[in-house]
C-alpha cells in the first residue's frame, strides 16, 4: 500500500513538476525585473539632482538689482523733468503776468484828432471811393492833415511794423487784454521799432498817404481794433459814450 502512495506521488510530481518550476523560475525573473527597475528610478533621480552654482545666483542677482537701479533712475528722471516743466510753466506764467500787468489799462486817447470821415461797416459792405466797389470797412479813417502826428491809443507793445501794397505802411500794436491797435496809411518816418513798449498817447509815427486803396479820401489816419481777432468799432472802444 505505501509503495502504491509514492508511485503515485512521484507520478503527480513528475507530471506537474515542470510547471512548478516554471512558475518559480518565472517569479524570480519578475522580482529580479522589479528590482532593477527600482534600482534605474532610483539612479535616473540621482543624476537629475543639481544644483545652481554661486556664481550664477550670484550673476542672477545683480541683474536683477541693475534693472531695479535703471527703474529708480528713470523715476528719478521723470521726477526731474516734471520739476523743469514746473519751473518752465511758473516762468511763463511769471512774464505773462509781468507783461500783463505792464498792458494794464490806461486812459485810451484817440491816435489823431479830427472827424470821422469813413466810419466802420460792422460787416456791413460800403462802396469805395477809390475802387468804386462794395466791400467792407473794418476801421474808422480820421481826418489828419499829411504829417500829424500818430499816438498809440493804450500803453502796449508793438508786434509789427510792415509796408503793405494796399494799406501803404503799418503799425499793430498789442494793447493787453485780447486788444490789438491797427494804425494804417502811415508815413514811413515811423518813430518805434517792433518789440518796444509804448505809452498811452506816445507818438509812433505820423500821418502818410502811403494807402492806395483809400487814395481818393481825404488826408487820414486809417485806424482799426482787434478784440480777441475780431474787428470791432474803435471808436465806440475808446469813447464808449460815442453812441449813446
Not at 33 to 60: C, E, H, M, Q, W
Not at 80 to 86: G, K, L, N, Y
Not at 132 to 148: F, L, M, N
Not at 177 to 183: A, P, V
Amino acid at each position: 500500500m505505501k509503495n502504491i502512495k509514492n508511485t503515485r506521488l512521484h507520478k503527480l510530481i513528475g507530471g506537474k513538476g515542470i510547471y512548478i518550476t516554471l512558475g518559480a523560475c518565472i517569479i524570480a525573473v519578475a522580482g529580479a525585473g522589479v528590482a532593477a527597475y527600482n534600482k534605474a528610478v532610483d539612479r535616473i533621480n540621482d543624476d537629475l539632482t543639481f544644483s545652481i552654482p554661486d556664481t550664477a545666483v550670484s550673476r542672477v542677482e545683480q541683474q536683477v538689482d541693475e534693472k531695479t537701479e535703471g527703474v529708480k533712475k528713470e523715476e528719478e528722471n521723470d521726477l526731474s523733468s516734471a520739476a523743469d516743466r514746473t519751473d518752465k510753466d511758473e516762468n511763463d506764467s511769471s512774464a505773462a503776468e509781468d507783461k500783463q500787468e505792464y498792458m494794464s489799462t490806461q486812459p485810451n486817447v484817440m491816435p489823431v484828432n479830427g472827424e470821422v470821415i469813413n466810419p466802420f461797416s460792422n460787416g456791413d459792405l460800403v462802396k469805395s471811393d477809390t475802387l468804386h466797389v462794395w466791400k467792407t470797412h473794418d476801421g474808422a479813417d480820421i481826418a489828419a492833415d499829411t504829417g500829424s502826428q500818430v499816438k498809440a491809443m493804450n500803453r502796449g507793445e508793438v508786434t509789427k511794423i510792415w509796408e503793405d501794397p494796399l494799406w501803404g505802411c503799418c503799425i499793430t500794436i498789442d494793447h493787453g487784454n485780447g486788444i490789438e491797435g491797427h494804425y494804417y496809411n502811415l508815413s514811413k518816418a515811423v518813430t518805434v521799432e517792433e518789440g518796444d513798449k509804448v505809452e498811452s498817447g506816445q507818438v509812433i509815427g505820423s500821418v502818410g498817404d502811403t494807402a492806395q486803396i483809400e487814395a481818393a479820401e481825404a488826408s487820414h489816419l486809417h485806424f482799426g481794433v482787434k478784440r480777441n481777432g475780431s474787428w470791432i468799432d474803435p471808436i465806440t472802444y475808446i469813447n464808449p459814450n460815442t453812441n449813446k
